[in-house]
């Protein structure tokens, strides 16, 4: 990378740090969508990939055992085998079908949050059932795995049980620990991983250890409607240029 894209590359992975650490997992993805404008899907996800594990560890220990149980186990159970779906678009798709999901769900994630803000999309009055967990699993396994975006359709259940903000922020942060695992060797075994990819990591480490304090800070202080005004900006951005990228 040179000096510009490792400038991107340094806020990126410290905006991932900011929104696993305080704002649920949602947001991170913003991270590999800014990266694949600039450089290789594949090879953004790559990066991305052992950041997210980086975080995922420093953010543990501040929301350990705050988590609701029941409902992350569905979760996870229902993510395994949708990252297996993930492996097998991979083997076929090409670079510009990852840059047009990855453009898609970015748009998708800000329509979703726009209509849920405009009162079109309401949460369930009650917690959904267990077939519903484990289809949000399902989908949160797969569109993790293509662009490390699995947070909204695992928020789509968890809002459902009405948890208050941290307990919802300690299941996210448990979910994606345990998924972000799962994607690794998958990850490894397709080439997704490279001495280049690895060399990035050494370098946006101390990046994303910085965000990750800053999220669990900003958890108990900064609004959500602040912070997320700025990632539906972005998601839009990046998401309209991806899909474009793709198409033409």
Known sequence: MDAQIFALAAVAVAFAGVSKGGFGSGAAFASAAILALVMPPGQALGIMLPLLMLIDLATLRPYWRRWDWQAGRLLILGALPGVGLGVALWRVADDDMIRLLIGAIALAFVGWRLAQ??????????????????????????????????????????????????????????????????????????????????????????????GAWAGVKAHFLVPERAFFALTYLLLTLTGAKLVWDALT
């Open 117 to 210: 803000a405009r009162g079109l999309i309401r949460p369930a009055s009650r917690r959904l059932g267990a077939g519903w967990g484990l289809a949000a699993g399902l989908a949160a396994g797969f569109t993790s795995f293509v662009s490390h975006a699995g947070g909204p359709p695992a928020a789509v259940y968890l809002l459902s049980g009405r948890p208050d903000k941290t307990t919802y922020q300690a299941t996210t942060v448990l979910i994606f620990w345990i998924v972000n695992i799962a994607k690794a060797v998958p990850y490894a075994v397709l080439g997704i991983f490279t001495a280049e990819t690895l060399i990035a990591n050494l370098a946006l480490a101390p990046f994303a250890l910085l």
